[in-house]
């Protein structure tokens, strides 16, 4: 057989089709990242809101798939537990798609279970044992959704946050554990000198890739106080001065000025139009934090609201809910004096209240700090690796003694 024959079929091999598989897969998340505002936008207005409900369709198929693969391979005790834990995965997965509020977020975490599942196949068919490949598993996932909030943050309407990639995570978790519930054995082995490298390789470039990200990309975020309530921003207090007094600044300086404050103008009108279900089985309607987010704008992005003080809210909260933005119907970004001075009556003039439209993650260590961490982190990474290596040619040489004795 001539050579490139040869590298035909190893092409053909199920291991390699499996890989070009979740390259195409991970390309397609990629490239759809900056149309899925548009694609969400289009559905709902198609279909309504309840399309996004088929996250739920696909979770239905993953389940079953997973009880008929269970039915072939199991019976009796073994195939009990197995379903009790399929059951208990699914419960899980359903119940954490419901407390996600964005159906972009629904979507990734689909998204991301898949690809767990695509990676501990591809991997298994190569590393005989499971240990290895389910951990290698997570941190590729990690690895590829720092890559998707890399690829957002470089749209002008989107920015990329460490946070997401939590969620990214989560749901490989559970697409790992759907996959080792209808798995038909498990391969537990020591664990050799090339797993243990690929294992130290990818915890390396976990932490390179995390310190770039938070870097260059996320940044490092502050606690700003105003009056009795706090909140998360990406921006120092010196920099929204600049901004609002019309200073020029740098393009992404604004950017992350203009989405947070489109967070904040978000919350303040969920806030505003939703009903919460009290102890007491009343409903009611969180004005405080409403009032909270209002004295937000109104302090530290003040020239988003004059910018666009007669513009609609749902302009710019229509990508992000919908829902929230039929709701608020002809509000204006600056509120009239007579719903702002309703608010602040029911609210409180200087409300108690602490806004999260920032991730948290970030506020409690510098750039510093974090760069400090991740050496300390390579080093103790390399130092496993000289050990591990040492020790395994320590063994090898002794063995080696025994046999010639």
Not at 380 to 394: E, Q, T, Y
């Amino acid at each position: 057989m001539s050579p490139k024959k040869r590298d035909a079929s190893y092409l053909l091999k199920p291991e390699m089709i499996l890989w070009g598989i979740i390259l195409l897969y991970i390309c397609l998340i990629y490239s759809t990242v900056s149309i899925v505002p548009q694609i969400r936008i289009a559905l709902t207005e198609i279909f309504g809101v309840s399309v996004f409900n088929l996250v739920y369709l696909a979770l239905a198929l993953g389940a079953g798939w997973a009880f008929s693969a269970l039915n072939h391979n199991f019976t009796g005790k073994r195939l009990k537990f197995r379903i009790s834990a399929l059951v208990a995965i699914l419960g899980i997965s359903a119940l954490y798609l419901s407390k996600l509020p964005y159906a972009v977020e629904k979507i990734h975490f689909v998204q991301y279970g898949i690809l767990g599942i695509l990676l501990v196949s591809a991997l298994s068919m190569r590393i005989q044992n499971s240990i290895v490949t389910y951990v290698a598993s997570v941190l590729l996932v990690y690895i590829i959704g720092l890559g998707d909030e890399t690829f957002q943050d470089l749209i002008s309407s989107r920015v990329g946050e460490i946070r997401d990639n939590f969620t990214n995570i989560f749901s490989a978790i559970l697409g790992l554990a759907l996959h080792a519930c209808v798995a038909e054995k498990y391969s537990i082995h020591r664990i050799s000198r090339s797993q243990w490298n690929l294992l130290l390789m990818l915890l390396a470039v976990s932490v390179v890739c995390t310190a770039a990200f938070l870097q260059f990309v996320h940044g490092f975020g502050t606690v700003q106080v105003s009056g009795n309530g706090r909140f998360y921003a990406s921006l120092s207090p010196e920099q929204m001065i600049r901004i609002n007094r019309g200073d020029s600044v740098p393009v992404k300086m604004m950017k992350i000025y203009e989405n947070e404050a489109k967070r904040h103008l978000f919350q303040r009108e969920f806030y505003l139009t939703n009903d919460f279900k009290g102890q007491d089985g009343n409903y009611y309607r969180d004005y405080t934090k409403s009032a909270g987010e209002l004295r937000v704008l109104e302090n530290f992005y003040s020239k988003f609201l004059n910018d666009n003080s007669l513009r609609k809210s749902s302009e710019f909260i229509l990508d992000v809910d919908k829902a929230v933005a039929d709701k608020a119907g002809d509000v204006t970004v600056v509120w009239s004096d007579s719903l702002r001075n309703q608010i602040f009556a029911f609210g409180g003039q200087d409300p108690h209240f602490t806004s999260r439209v920032k991730s948290t993650v970030i506020t409690s260590f510098s750039s510093e700090t974090m760069w400090l961490f991740s050496v300390i982190i390579l080093v103790a990474l390399g130092g496993s690796w000289f050990v591990s290596g040492l020790k395994i040619r320590v063994n090898t040489q002794s063995g080696a003694k025994k046999t010639g004795q």
